[in-house]
């Protein structure tokens, strides 16, 4: 593969992105991986190296993960999936991503504006959160800015929160990934370049992680919710437009 020096370097950007701030690194690296390759490839790849991540962080971070959270996230979202993935078949898909983008915005925005004000404290609140994930994941593929948005406003440090993301992101990324492997997505084309990306999957972790226990708790929540904000501008620009 003559580009795979570029299709490295995008993808130790986006994985420095994911292992930093537990989310983005898909966001960051389809638009430049879709320049080099074919989207559908750049989804897998980008769907096994996530997980791939995943893994390590929940293994090394296990303690920090909100159990509770956790597991309504990812049981809420199983539900969510049927459901996008029948709002796909039936709808403009453009709608469902404006009405995402538009909503994480605002509440965003909101955050930001007020840091302390807006807080998630229902319990119930993970169920809802989880459910819209699964939609927009079944639909999309763009679970992650609903449980970023959850993890936010309900004001989890970086270590609960850097922890728990990656635990959703480890049962939906294995999820997809079967759902790859059934429709028979992952080639050896895929499996080769993950090979490939492995080293540089190990490297982005490990400069993740340094960077991410070098932010202080809450100067990490306005990055991530700078990031959150940048995201889903420019996925609310790319639908417009």
Partial sequence: MPDLPIILSIIFLAMLVQSTFSFGGALVALPLLALFVEVKF???????????????????????????????????????IPFGILFLKNTDGSILKIVLAATVIVFTLLSLINLKSIRVESPFAAYIFGLVSGVFGGA?????????????????????????????ALFTN?????????????RLAEAKTYLWALPVVVLSIWLGTIIHNRIPSERYQIVVKILLLVLSARLLFSTIL
């Fill in 42 to 80: 750049a989804t897998v790849l980008m769907t096994m190296l996530s997980a791939t991540i995943a893994i390590v962080i929940v293994i090394r971070n296990r303690r920090d993960i909100q159990i509770q959270a956790a597991w309504k996230l990812i049981v809420s979202a199983f539900v969510g």
């Fill in 174 to 186: 294995v999820f997809a990934i079967i759902g790859h492997l059934i429709a028979g997505n992952i």
């Fill in 140 to 168: 999309y593929n763009i679970s992650g800015p609903p449980v970023v948005l959850y993890g936010s406003l309900a004001n989890w440090d970086s270590h609960h929160f850097r922890a728990t993301i990656q635990s959703y």
